[in-house]
C-alpha cells in the first residue's frame, strides 16, 4: 500500500482538502496527519472544537485517512486520533493513553484501550499518538495482536529529535512491523515542533524521511517484509513471557 505523511498541515479542512487530493493524485491509499491535526496542537490544548468535514474530504478523494482532534465525553475531553475509510466511514478511534507533560494532562483524560485496529485493503493498520510509541510495551502489544502498520500522529518538539531518528527504526526492528510517524513542524505558539516525520521499515531501515519543513511524504508499505523481518530475527517468537510478570509492577525509585 501506498501510504502519505503530511508533515505540518496547517489546521482546517482547506490544507487538509489539498493534501488528500495531492496524496491520492500520487497514488496514496493513506494519508497520515500530525496529533491534533483539526486544531493544531495549541489549540486542541486550549479545547478548540475540531473542525468537521474530514469525513466528506476522504469519500471526495477517495482516500483513507488518519486524523486527530479533542474528542468531548460527558465531562472529559480526549486526544483522539480516527481511521477514516475511503468511503468516508469512520474505522477505527483512539485515545492518546500515555499523556505528555502538564499541559497535555490538565487539558485531556488518558485513554483506556491500548490497542485500536482496523483493517484497510488487507493491511491491519494500529494506531497510536506521539508521547505512547515511546514506550516498549505499547508498540509491542500492538505487535502481538497483529498490527501490521502502525501509525502515529505525533507532535514532537525540540530538543527530541533523537525520537524519530532512533526510537522508531528501533521500534520498527524489534516489533517487525512498519511505523509511520507524521510530525507538526516549526513555530506555533510555544512550542517548536521537530520535523522528521518518517516510514521506519520491519527491518529498521528508514523508508522515507522529510525533513524540517512542512512535505507530503510518499512511501511504500508491504506486509510481506513485515514476515520476512520476524524470520530473521525472532524477537516475537523468542520472548519470554514468563519471565517478565514484573514488567506491569511500579518500579523502586
Known sequence: MRIAIAQGIAPGTDALDAAAAEAAERGARLLLTPELSLTGYAGGLRGAPPVAGAEEIAARHRVALVIGGPEREGGAVFNTARLIGPDGAVLASYRKTHLYGEQE???F????????????DGLRIGLLICYDVEFPEAVRTHALAGTELLAVPTALMR???????????????????????????????????????????PDGEVRARAGAGPELLLADVDPARNAAARAATPYLADRRPDLYRTIARSTRT
Open 109 to 120: 483524560a488518558p485513554g483506556a484501550e491500548p490497542v485500536v485496529q482496523a483493517d484497510l
Open 105 to 107: 494532562r490538565a487539558a
Open 159 to 201: 530538543p527530541y529529535e533523537f525520537v524519530p531518528r532512533v526510537l522508531i527504526p528501533a521500534r520498527a526492528y524489534e516489533n517487525g512491523l512498519h511505523i509511520a510517524y507524521a510530525n507538526r513542524c516549526g513555530p506555533e505558539g510555544e512550542h517548536d515542533f521537530a520535523g522528521l516525520s518518517c516510514l521506519a521499515g
